[in-house]
């Protein structure tokens, strides 16, 4: 049946074409020139929800961990001038993390652009080099298409955050409008079947095979694809922070994160091995450390969706140009199964040979990111925000599954995870969702306690406090003399009364037998909670590699005191 033009104002096409793509929320901030977007919101309140955050970096984060927890394209808003600006470090986030958002905001009026009008700020110029592409609405009959094509840009292919800004005029404008479907993604394809053949050569002559696992196969879905895949060729599995939960972390294939502070096993093992095959990742200088250093015994195979990555970082052996998915379930109907058991007992030994440590006598984030994993059973999301907090629950806590670990990986947002924790509740009410992150890291966005406090949402935040900026402080204490420049936070700034001044109940923790119990009053709860810990300042992560060095010269605090 064919559906029935109506007349609507820019605003009423707005919300439809919200609710055509299945928005349920939306996280943002009103202001002058979005108005008329936010009236038709109270409108249309019985069917798309908005959160309105503390701050617009807020909504962009939120959307974003929203993104990340569901799969589905998350979604802000923000006025124009400071309000768009806001955005913008949220919507770098996403870029670098390839996530699927959809930021609309509004501008001044058509005849006042480019006049310095007040709040006036071209955000489309501004997030040009941080999307995938920007929109400035000027003319209503051409909004409902341009949202179609944003939503469709932002999941499709290697997904990103696209921009759509309209003037305040044609949030008002009115014109014939008529819904539409959403149209089924194509997947690009753009490898032949010589690919293939040659991908699967590689694999059946190799030795030693690694498998280095990227975000990539978190976002195409590909999790049973890839553990079929590393026991059909009988490779060790490891796993950048954006790979995190794309393959089990308990699965005796898996050897944890690979690069700066990934375990000597997965670090010693990749310079081992005589094939790498690289699956939706990037070859991040955090993960290859010296580039003429690194896999200097491999061929690299390197299966990616976006072309633009092939042979940037790392020159490969072979290449597959597609969705992660389809490439791993064609590889695995081709494959015939394989067993290495020198090569994986090898890397075995190694697991066992350098296992993750850490001071067991007191309380430290290694102890409670374990209990939390152990009072959790391993099904929560964890969102975090950046430094050597994010590092230890990547290593410490085990992924099972996908998209239960959030994290600012490509632009190293301190501030993000309160909000991604927020969002990921948000589109997962059914899961505990928890955010880990450092005192500086919580300063930047303790405001969105409020956000939760109001809606009531759910999420445990833990602050672990080492009254440091720790991760520069531990650089400093390696590469700088221990010439401590401005990264001491001891003040008068009370967490415990911050917390409850914004709504939320508050925990302090102080000794590792008062964790456990913390945890499970918090989880009890169902409310907002925040759980200060407080651990040593010179609490160092390790395993690390120096800048500049390969990865196989990887060390730990025993290394350091030989």
């Not at 986030?93 to 699927?100: F, G, I, L, N």
């Not at 409008?177 to 991908?199: G, H, N, Q, S, V």
Request: net charge neutral; aromatic share 6%.
């Amino acid at each position: 049946m064919k559906e029935k033009e109506m007349e609507l104002t820019g605003s009423q096409i707005v919300m439809e074409c919200l609710l055509e793509q299945g928005v349920d929320t939306v996280f943002g901030y009103p202001g002058g020139t979005i108005l008329n977007i936010y009236d038709e919101l109270y409108k249309y309140s019985d069917k798309i929800k908005h959160i309105l955050t503390s701050h617009e970096q807020g909504a962009a984060h939120a959307a974003d961990g929203y993104a990340r927890a569901t799969g589905k394209v998350g979604v802000c808003m923000a006025t124009s001038g400071p309000g768009a600006t806001n955005l913008v470090t949220g919507i770098a986030t996403a870029y670098m993390d390839s996530v699927p958002l959809v930021a609309i905001t509004a501008n001044v009026n058509l005849p006042l652009l480019g006049k310095d009008t007040f709040q006036e700020v071209d955000i489309a110029g501004v997030t040009m080099p941080i999307t995938k592409h920007g929109y400035i609405v000027k003319d209503v009959n051409v909004l409902a298409d341009t949202l179609r094509k944003a939503f469709a840009i932002a999941k499709s292919g290697r997904p990103g955050p696209v921009l759509v800004d309209i003037t305040k005029d044609v949030t008002a404008a009115k014109c014939n409008f008529t819904k539409k479907k959403p149209e089924p993604l194509a997947i690009p394809k753009r490898y032949t079947d010589k690919d293939i053949e040659t991908a699967v050569k590689l694999i059946e002559k190799a030795k030693k095979p690694y498998i280095y696992a990227g975000g990539g196969v978190v976002i195409s879905g590909a999790s049973k694809e890839l553990n079929e895949f590393a026991h059909k060729i009988d490779a060790p599995v490891c796993d950048t922070l954006m790979g995190k939960g794309g393959f089990d972390g308990n699965d005796p294939l898996y050897t944890g994160m690979i690069g700066m502070h990934g375990t000597k096993a997965s670090n010693l093992g990749v310079s081992e091995c005589d094939l790498l095959v690289a699956i939706g990742a990037r070859f991040s200088d955090r993960v290859i450390g010296n580039a003429a250093k690194f896999a200097p015994k491999a061929k690299v195979l390197h299966i990616d969706i976006d072309p633009a990555e092939i042979n940037k970082n790392i020159k490969t052996s072979a290449s597959i140009i597609g969705d992660v998915k389809e490439v791993l379930s064609i590889l695995n109907s081709k494959l015939s199964q394989h067993s290495n058991p020198e090569w994986t007992k090898h890397v075995e030994d190694l697991k066992e040979q350098y296992p993750l440590t850490y001071d067991t006598s007191r309380l430290t984030c290694p102890y409670i990111l374990e209990k939390l994993y152990e009072v959790t059973k391993g099904d929560a999301i964890i969102t975090t925000d950046v430094g050597q907090h994010q590092m230890w629950a990547a290593q410490y806590y085990k992924y099972k599954e996908p998209r239960t670990f959030l994290s600012s990986g490509g632009l190293g947002t301190m501030g993000y995870g309160l909000g991604a924790c927020i969002g990921a509740k948000v589109g997962r009410p059914d899961k505990i969702v928890c955010n880990i992150g450092g005192d500086g890291c919580f300063r930047m966005n303790m405001n969105e306690l409020a956000t939760a406090s109001r809606y009531d949402i759910p999420i445990i935040q833990i602050v672990i406090n080492n009254s440091v900026l720790g991760m520069v402080r531990q650089w400093q204490t390696l590469f700088y003399d221990k010439r401590y420049s401005n990264t001491v936070l001891t003040d008068k700034v009370d967490f415990c009364k911050v917390a409850e001044g914004l709504g939320c109940a508050a925990i302090k923790v102080t000794r590792k037998e008062e964790v456990e119990p913390a945890l499970k009053k918090a989880i009890e709860m169902k409310a907002p909670v925040m759980i200060e810990c407080v651990i040593d300042s010179d609490d160092k992560v390790f395993p690390m590699v120096s800048p500049g060095a390969a990865i196989s010269e990887v060390f730990d605090a025993k290394d350091l005191k030989k």
